[in-house]
């Protein structure tokens, strides 16, 4: 598996600010996701970060919203800006090990907007 | 309904029987992954099954693959409370290493 750590676990956070995550890896990885868990809901994937391009979004995300960076092989950040009781939500992490692509997931940041 | 859908939604048990959920999904798949995540906390990788396999047992989990039915089931046998969380299956969105589409997920509760 993977060793994966997020930075904050949980944060409250005023309504128009911005946060940024942190997410760390244990080892390198050439591909690394960020997901969003909104209350009581599943996951849905915000954008793939790769290391040397810039991030690529799904439909729905964009870069002025969630901006990500990717600067080393073992780590990532996802900041969520201007923020709206809507962000509210669990931030979730993830990298690709193994052969078989099996993707492991890091513990969530959980925000909450006022 | 969406790649990687399970139900039933929600499902109560007693403690030592067995849980079922079922995963269907849309589109060609090199794999299948389910999950478990307790009380909104990250989520745990339960098992992969490559879409050449039909069957895959770890410990009390079985998980089956119909890729003619594209869907997919989770056994647990032997249910203990500690079984009790959220149960998701995801299916990667393009043909290989890729981020994962999630279904809706099964909230299993075991009751002691």
């Known amino acids: 598996s993977a060793v994966i750590s997020q930075k904050p676990s949980r944060d409250i956070c005023q309504r128009g600010t911005s946060l940024t995550i942190q997410c760390q890896v244990d080892?390198?990885?050439?591909?690394m996701f960020w997901y969003r868990q909104q209350p009581g809901q599943s996951l849905t994937l915000i954008a793939t970060?790769?290391?040397?391009?810039?991030?690529?979004?799904e439909s729905g995300f964009v870069i002025d919203k969630f901006p990500i960076s990717r600067p080393n092989l073992t780590f990532s950040t996802l900041t969520v800006s201007n923020m709206s009781p809507e962000d509210s939500s669990i931030y979730l992490c993830?990298?690709?090990?193994?052969?078989?692509?099996?993707?492991?997931f890091g513990p969530g940041t959980r925000l909450t907007v006022l | 309904s969406q790649q990687g859908e399970e139900d039933p939604q929600a499902l109560s048990i007693q403690e030592g029987e067995n849980a079922t959920m079922n995963c269907s999904y849309k589109?060609?798949?090199?794999?299948l992954q389910w999950y478990r995540q307790n009380s909104g906390r990250g989520l745990v990788h339960l098992i992969l099954?490559?879409?050449?396999?039909r069957e895959k047992h770890s410990g009390r989990l079985r998980v089956t693959l119909d890729t003619s039915k594209k869907s997919s089931s989770l056994l647990i046998t032997a249910s203990r409370a500690a079984d009790t969380a959220s149960y998701f299956c995801?299916?990667?969105?393009?043909?290989?290493?890729?981020?994962?589409?999630f279904g809706k997920g099964t909230h299993l509760i075991i009751q002691p």
């Open positions: 993830s990298v690709i090990r193994t052969a078989y692509n099996e993707q492991f």
């Open positions: 080892s390198q990885v050439t591909m």
């Open positions: 970060a790769n290391q040397g391009s810039e991030a690529t979004y």
């Open positions: 589109t060609s798949i090199n794999n």
């Open positions: 099954i490559r879409s050449n396999e």
């Open positions: 995801a299916t990667e969105k393009g043909g290989g290493a890729d981020g994962l589409t």
